[in-house]
């Protein structure tokens, strides 16, 4: 039942994993660009991935920065939750290579990897009525030995991610009787909890009234500043303008475009990854950008 | 604005209290089992006996006296309480591992391999009188137990062809498509045994009469490691129950847990199989009882179940043995209280399904 060893994770150290972490408020306690010259966190090199004959991911190479929250974007069947599912493991690269903190992907043990990357997935059912702080306790699985028995730190890493994410009203409560918008609440904070330098979100705002949707994606945006890498998968442009460091298009398994919201949100862009008629503006009352899209009409045909 | 919900959740019981409140009710029950039947005996009179298994006890019964209490009652009182722990464990396992409160041990088609293995020793014995091991008490156990083993194996294969995250899904299928099959199997081989087909049938319904020591020991040589190995995966189990891609990036490897854990469950309710027969609803309905008191931590809810199927199976044994006319088996007790048990647990399910 030995705890594992807790260290801090340190700039310029790549195998430092997240350990003992109260869910962060000070800033660059993950090691990231405050500590100046530091390489990718994540690097992907001509990396592969088919489904059966189709190819989901193709040769794609990027990578991601710690202290920044990447938004990936792109069309239903680009490849977005694919990468994510890469980049934890969960699949298997048909060819190419991760990266992750200077060593490949692969070489690392399922529970060292548990302790630099947590993933929030789309959706996550909840077959029995564990509590709220229960679920959330779970997330400190990869810090804890065979029996589970959660230390000060645990508890208090799972006290934090509850009250971050706005659950402290409902710790109590059984998850299989909370409605879907506090269901996602839920698992990002289970993730959260985790204590990772990494984190993967999949569609996080999915099922959150407009609220909700704006608080947690501040909240994630200042878990990047803290020093983590965050990485969202989100179909909201404009969400992802103001809340993004940097915007990464994915079409067809291939990077069509990555960058800050003023190099890559543009009319030419947009259209040619969705493939509809598109229009991106200032918004002056949210400071951000205003995006429009309107079916284009058909070549040689008439609007029905 | 919170809603106000309609159901609060009612507080839960400790599992150190219901444990300890568990254990009392074995051992009065065991003594009270003890003590009851065509030869009552009086608590003085047990204790007496049970100080004689100490070292240097000694006891004032008559002889004939002690062996029905000794050679006869409390074997098979302990075989039926091992075999109550071990269904109610591999229950609470089951209904974990395929993420479904209405699993049981016998979901993935252990009770099927089991009876057609018995089924085809004791035809094979009624035709083949000349071969003396065939008709052994013990022989029947065997091939219960092989076969039941031989279709969790086949169901895990099945159920990993298409699908390497061998998923509940998957599982559940491949199990019942094994039932189907060895079901077929059963009616042939009792079309076959023809007028003596209720060997067959009084085998497959369960009952603890004339069970020994033997008996006991077979139970608990599966019982005792698939525990170990449950506590052992108990947090793992947990963290299962929240799906696969959580419990992945969570460090747990799920296949390995589930193969593991199926292997520890089912060749426990393999072990109840092979000396009782087929009992159903104690596997079914305890772990959902000590979910529903103490939650659904499988650190509590796993030994919990144990203790309960133990207490549970214990009881009825001495409800048909002593206190109902002409011994029905209890396989059959079971399966009468299954029905409306079966009822309350679907109507709690869909009143949840359904709220909110």
Redesign the interface.
Known sequence: MARREDRPPAAGDPDAAAGGHDGGTVAGSFGGRGGGKSGPWISVRSLDFHHGPRKVIDSLDLDFHPGRHYVLAGPNGAGKSTLL?LL???RKPSAGSIELMGRSLDSHD??E???K???A?Q?????????VR??VR??R??H?G???VLGPEDKEAAETAIRRLGLG?LA???V????GGEAQRV?LA?TLA?STPVLLLDEPTSSLDVAQALELLSVVRELAEDGRLVVTVSHDLAAAATYAHEIVFLKDGKLAAAGGRDEVLTDGMLESVFEAQARVGPDEFTGGVRVSFRRRPRRGGRPE | MPRPRPNPTPPRLSPYLLGAGLTAALIVLLLWSLGSGHMPFSPGEILSFLTSYLPGGETDLPETRALVLGGVRLPRLVTALLSGAALGLSGAVFQGLLLNPLADPYTLGVSSGAAFGASVVIILSLSLPALPFLSSPLTPALGAFVFSALTLAVVVALASDGDKRLSPTSLILAGVIMSAILSAGISFIKYLAGEQVSSIIFWLLGSFQARTWTDSGLVLLFFCPAMVVSLLSATDLNIMTLGFKSAETLGVDTRRVRLRLLAAASLAASASVAVAGIIGFVGLIVPHLVRLLTGPDHRSLLPLSALGGAVLLLAADTVVRAHLPGEIPVGVLTALLAGPAFLMIFRRRMRDLTRG
């Open positions: 599912d934890c493991r969960l399922p529970g990897l548990a302790r990357v947590a993933l997935p959706s996550s059912a909840f077959n029995f009525a564990f509590t229960e679920v779970l997330g699985r990869p804890l065979v029996w589970g009203k109590d409560k059984p299989t009787a909370l409605s698992v289970r985790q």
